[in-house]
């Protein structure tokens, strides 16, 4: 990047102290009494006396600057006090060191101002350039800002490639939902225009950050233009195609996946270990078992021997399409195979069974882990704790949090929720509140989930004022509600007879677009309408529900006919237009559940309605294929 013809912008004066450095450091100094290198008597009292400074050789000031960088909480008077006393002939090697101490302190800015007023012009190297980057306490989107003032003020100051690979990793690593968009063109422009004027070419390391970076946001074809690119560039790494292939998997897109993994072998990319792991993942999740068995035989033939982190991956996609067995008889088999299950391989299989309510076979495989001396950490005691609250084991959970304050492993908002949700599920709010005081005064800040389900609590019990205020924290604080926020809160409204309120609350969502409404919230909305008899805007909602491509469910069907007269076939009217509408669509998989719906009230559809929904859910080929499936199956008996 150029040294830049405006000035420094001003948000980011604003973060960098007036006062010189050595006034702001006398200052800190002052302040701060009990310190190993300067005493609460005089600023000269240290370990290192001044006298012996000159003498120090440079060793020996470096493996002080170093044990300052790595003490766990960094002293700002002891870092200052030291600067002050180091020679002016000092090694330009030890203020990275002291930057990286700096900006770890209670007074991280301190670090931006040495790193822009240093002692000496010899200070300022590609190391505090590289540390700098790394470690200050800027927003993302000033980082771009903040490496421009310093090449224009540091004009010897040339930027190497790891530079750039440090700035977008700083940068892509930020990603958040809101901002993504401008912090991924901030890193196209970077690797497009920055990196090329300085005659520069992008490495592996470059490209991979920002793939990874666009397929995390969910931009999959600009991943896989970007991919192309690098090839033709002349670079080829595995860690750039991962992160696509994983993205296009966690979206379904198994074809397009085996086609860019065949585009990767092609191109003479190597599969790595982590390829081998992500498509093991992706296939299972996507129900592909076959498949990922294939890849399985491949790593076999290639003589890559699956360690813990690929049968942690394995484990974890059977979990996540619902197979626990299977997933548990992995885990024993890794024993018998000389591999140790760690943590990260007990964590989905305790979180699947607590999930599927067998929280006592959660339990057994606790006891095993246990007995096989891996030490839980806090995602399996949270886990562990949650599936107890979920099926209203309170003392088991309480006995659990207390074990695991004994071990020394903090809970976590996470922790904390679970046991929220526990008392509120039991009926006990005020040990729930409780509870949620403890976790303030704990310092855990409150996501959207740790609200959703406070202000559920508080619904369910008929507190709705008590939520709303609860509701209105959240967004004093910036704290954007989801999903079950929103309908969390519109239930609440609805349930006290406030469907109006609901109503606003709903189309606020919408406005906002801080979350999508599910199915689930717009039932909410529906029952609430109907039970007010106000059957217009309950079917304005349906067709606003079906425009924005949200299927109804059985228990919408069963909202609309309890209010319908079934009797004087309105209810069968009703359904059958819901069919035609959905067969429109060509949403033909909700069309047949509202099919299936009819025929267990007793319902027949009309010919025409089954022939327009057999017609567009059944495949001709496809239903061959399973006849012939089943023939074989029967001639193997």
Not at 257 to 263: D, E, N, T
Not at 354 to 366: H, I, L, P, Q, T
């Amino acid at each position: 990047m150029p040294p830049p013809t405006s000035p420094l912008p001003l948000r980011l004066r604003r973060l960098i102290p007036n006062p010189p450095f050595y006034a702001a450091a006398a200052a800190a100094a002052r302040l701060c009494h009990s310190d190993p290198f300067v005493s609460s008597s005089s600023d000269d009292e240290s370990p290192l006396a001044d006298e012996l400074f000159p003498a120090a050789g440079a060793p020996t000031l470096l493996s002080v600057a170093r044990s300052l960088a790595n003490s766990p909480s960094p002293s700002v008077s002891s870092v200052l006090g030291f600067l002050r006393r180091l020679p002016t002939d000092a090694s330009p090697h030890i203020f990275p060191h002291l930057i990286a101490a700096l900006s770890r302190s209670p007074r991280p800015l301190l670090a931006l101002h040495l790193f822009l007023r240093p002692p000496t012009s010899a200070a300022t190297t590609h190391h505090s350039f590289n540390s700098a980057l790394v470690r200050f306490p800027l927003p993302p989107h000033l980082l771009p800002a903040f490496f421009s003032h310093s090449l224009r003020r540091f004009p010897r100051l040339a930027p190497t490639l790891l530079s750039f690979n440090l700035l977008l990793k700083c940068v892509c690593s930020s990603l958040v939902p809101r901002n993504h968009r401008l912090y991924l063109e901030v890193a196209l422009r970077v690797l497009h225009h920055s990196i090329p004027r300085w005659n520069l070419s992008p490495d592996k390391f470059t490209y991979s950050t920002v793939v990874s970076a666009l397929a995390d946001a969910g931009q999959i074809d600009d991943a896989v233009a970007l991919v192309h690119e690098m090839v033709v560039d002349g670079v080829v790494a595995a860690e750039a195609f991962n992160p696509v292939l994983s993205a296009m998997l966690r979206a379904g897109d198994v074809t397009g996946a085996a086609k860019l993994f065949s585009f990767m072998q092609l191109k003479g990319c190597a599969p790595s270990p982590a390829t081998y792991n992500v498509l093991l993942h992706g296939l299972l999740v996507c129900g592909k078992a076959s498949a990922a068995m294939g890849v399985m035989r491949r790593m076999e033939r290639e003589d890559v021997t699956p360690g813990v982190m690929t049968y942690g991956a394995i484990v974890d996609g059977l979990v996540r399409c619902g197979r626990l067995e299977d997933a548990w008889k992995v885990t024993e088999e890794m024993g018998r195979k000389g591999l140790a299950p760690n943590e990260f391989v007990f964590s989905p299989v305790i979180t699947g069974f607590c999930k599927s309510g067998e929280v006592d076979r959660a339990s057994r495989v606790w006891d095993a882990m246990v007995a096989g001396g891996v030490r839980p950490n806090v995602v399996l005691y949270s886990a562990m704790i949650d599936g107890f609250a979920r099926c209203g084991k309170m003392t088991e959970a309480e006995l659990l949090f207390e074990e695991m304050a004994e071990a020394k492993c903090v809970p976590n908002t996470v922790t904390y929720s679970s046991m929220v949700r526990g008392y509120f599920q039991i009926g006990d709010s005020s040990q729930a509140l409780s509870v949620w005081e403890e976790m303030l005064r704990a310092g855990c800040t409150p996501n959207a989930v740790t609200y959703s389900i406070l202000i559920n609590g508080l619904c369910n019990v008929g507190r709705s004022k008590d939520a709303m205020m609860v509701w209105k924290h959240m967004l004093g604080r910036g704290c954007a509600p989801d999903t079950i926020a929103y309908t969390s809160m519109i239930k609440g409204l609805c349930v006290s007879g406030m469907v109006d309120g609901g109503l606003r609350l709903f189309y606020d969502m919408l406005a906002r677009g801080d979350a999508d409404p599910d199915v689930i919230c717009y039932n909410v909305l529906l029952d609430g309408l109907l039970r007010a008899k106000d059957l217009p805007r309950a079917m304005d909602l349906l067709n606003q529900m079906l425009d924005k491509g949200c299927d109804p469910d059985t228990v919408t069907c069963n909202t609309f006919l309890r209010e319908i007269e079934v009797g004087q076939g309105k209810g069968r009217e009703f359904l059958e237009g819901l069919v035609v509408r959905l067969c429109n669509r060509k949403r033909n998989k909700a069309a047949g559940e509202v099919v299936m719906v009819m025929l267990a009230k007793y319902i027949v559809p009309e010919p025409a309605i089954l022939d327009m929904v057999l017609r567009g859910v059944c495949r001709r080929k496809r239903v061959s294929r399973v006849i012939d499936k089943c023939w074989d199956e029967i001639w193997k008996f």
